[in-house]
Antibody, heavy 120, light 109 residues
Framework: QVQLVQSGAEVKKPGASVKVSCKAS????????IHWVRQAPGQGLEWMGWINPNSGGTNAAQRFQGRVTMTRDTSISTAYMDLKRLRSDDTAVYYC?????????????WGQGTLVTVSS | SYELTQPPSVSVSPGQTARITCSGDALPKKYAYWYQQKPGQAPVLVIYEDSKRPSGIPARFSGSSSGTMATLAISGAQVEDEADYSCYSTDSSGNHRGVFGGGTRLTVL
């Protein structure tokens, strides 16, 4: 069965960077995009972007461009999301999700989430 | 930037039909997707491409879209359906950039 297992919780200081990993199994990793979505405490879901594991091409939401880097290591079926220059309002649960679309990308099956806390 | 608008909350009694709306200017040309999220859990896809149900999702969940509004309906809502529901779509730029609605808290009591 499809599984996305994310790395553990992180605590970072403002201005630092965080890198969250997402290990995929149960399907062909290079066959589906990986989306990144975050959710601040008590807030709604926010789409951050996706990566094409086959080509490495990425597509990030405008508000994260220049601050987020999405990469992958196909040899271990793992995607990464690196967010730089962290601020307190970056405190959130970060999810990876496998893409389900054949024509238009959309998040299908989700990882368990990674809590990132930004605090001085 | 593109936005999808949902009501913050909807309440129904058990057995009634719950309807949650999602409005966006690009919805006449873009599909809507719906996710259910219970406290402390990851979201689960319940409707894709406006009206299709993934395997394992009960038939009481249905979706429709007309003009600039997409609707998630839960017929015969059950207490276990109490959750947050979020719509998702892409903007009209052709870049396939995604956006979520603000989410709707469904209360069944």
């Amino acid at each position: 069965q499809v599984q996305l297992v994310q790395s553990g919780a992180e605590v970072k200081k403002p201005g630092a960077s965080v890198k969250v990993s997402c290990k995929a199994s149960g399907y062909t990793f290079i066959g589906s995009y990986i989306h990144w979505v975050r959710q601040a405490p008590g807030q709604g879901l926010e789409w951050m972007g996706w990566i094409n594991p086959n080509s490495g091409g990425t597509n990030a939401a405008q508000r994260f461009q220049g601050r987020v880097t999405m990469t992958r290591d196909t040899s271990i079926s793992t995607a990464y999301m690196d967010l730089k220059r962290l601020r307190s309002d970056d405190t959130a649960v970060y999810y990876c999700a496998r893409d389900g679309g054949e024509v238009v990308p959309y998040p299908d099956y989700w990882g368990q989430g990674t809590l990132v806390t930004v605090s001085s | 930037s593109y936005e999808l608008t949902q009501p913050p909350s909807v309440s129904v009694s058990p057995g009634q039909t719950a309807r949650i709306t999602c409005s966006g200017d690009a919805l006449p040309k873009k599909y809507a997707y719906w996710y259910q999220q219970k406290p402390g859990q990851a979201p689960v896809l319940v409707i894709y491409e406006d009206s299709k149900r993934p395997s394992g999702i009960p038939a009481r969940f249905s979706g429709s879209s007309s003009g600039t509004m997409a609707t998630l309906a839960i017929s015969g809502a059950q207490v276990e359906d109490e959750a947050d529901y979020s719509c998702y779509s892409t903007d009209s730029s052709g870049n396939h950039r995604g956006v979520f609605g603000g989410g709707t808290r469904l209360t069944v009591l």
